[in-house]
């Protein structure tokens, strides 16, 4: 397998330019999949902590920088939706968030907020032992009672210390939901129908975007269920930070 990422092929999620370098970093195994960024473009070319690997190897080797309430020092690590990043030292907590076009960004958060994420349940089935089993967007895995009243579509606000659900977003009609990915990814807006497909094909989803504070109503849109992911109201606060026009090499 190559360790060679070239910049032409990456991800459209990925916040870097593509025709300033040929190469970039390459996403080690992790959550998020294909979609996961490196944290090493998370702390160059998004947050400009580092101006280089070496110094984000550095600053990662020291433990000063904690994503999802664990101390990380692989600067190949993905970061993906929804992820907490903290900076202790600096006071600065940021949740990754879709941006324009579907590229990921950093929305500030405050220290509170970053104690805990979301995910939205891609999976449910029973276990041995009477249980059931959750697995989230990003691969993360629940065990919750078998009565208890989570279904797929749902999102969970999951506590990074201790793994307890917080809080619990039912997937429904008006429901405050993002796009993660397709046309419309990084728009918000509120189900108004969820249009149910007879046959394998996946169910659509219109949303409307009156009425909803800080974001621009320019219609509403349509997009399959699986690129929805329900929020609360508070997700959508904050300046988005994404990476500047020249990028950055990976020495």
């Known amino acids: 397998m190559t360790k060679h990422q070239k910049r032409l092929s990456v991800p459209k999620s990925w916040p870097i330019e593509r025709k300033t370098e040929t190469f970039t ?9 294909e979609a996961g960024v490196p944290l090493l473009i998370i702390l160059r ?37 929804f992820d907490i990043l903290a900076f202790d030292e600096r006071e600065e ?3 990754v968030f879709p941006g324009e076009g579907g590229r990921l960004s950093l929305t500030p958060i405050d220290e509170d907020s970053a104690q805990s994420k979301l995910g939205k349940i891609t999976e449910k089935r029973h276990v041995p032992g009477g249980d059931v089993q959750l697995t989230l967007h990003d691969g993360q895995t629940l065990l919750v009672e078998e009565d208890s009243d989570y279904n797929g579509g749902d999102s969970l606000v999951v506590g990074n210390e201790d793994n ?9 009609e008006g429901a405050l939901v993002t796009a993660v990915d397709g046309a419309h990814a990084g728009d918000i807006g509120r189900i108004e129908e969820i249009q149910v497909t007879p046959s394998s094909a996946q169910n659509n989803v219109l949303a409307t975007q009156e009425d909803i504070p800080g974001v621009k109503d320019e219609g509403g849109f349509e997009t399959v269920e699986e690129y929805v992911v329900v929020i609360d109201e508070n997700f959508i606060e904050g300046d988005a930070q994404t990476a500047p026009e020249d990028g950055g090499d990976d020495e």
């Open 25 to 33: 970093v390459k996403a080690d195994a992790g959550p998020h999949g």
């Open 45 to 81: 070319d998004v947050l400009g902590y580092a101006d280089s690997r070496k110094e984000a190897r550095y600053a990662l080797n020291e433990d000063n920088v904690v994503i999802n309430g664990t101390a990380v020092s692989d600067e190949e690590r993905p970061v993906g939706m």
């Open 93 to 95: 907590y940021y949740r």
């Open 164 to 172: 307890e659900i917080v809080a619990h977003f039912e997937y429904e």
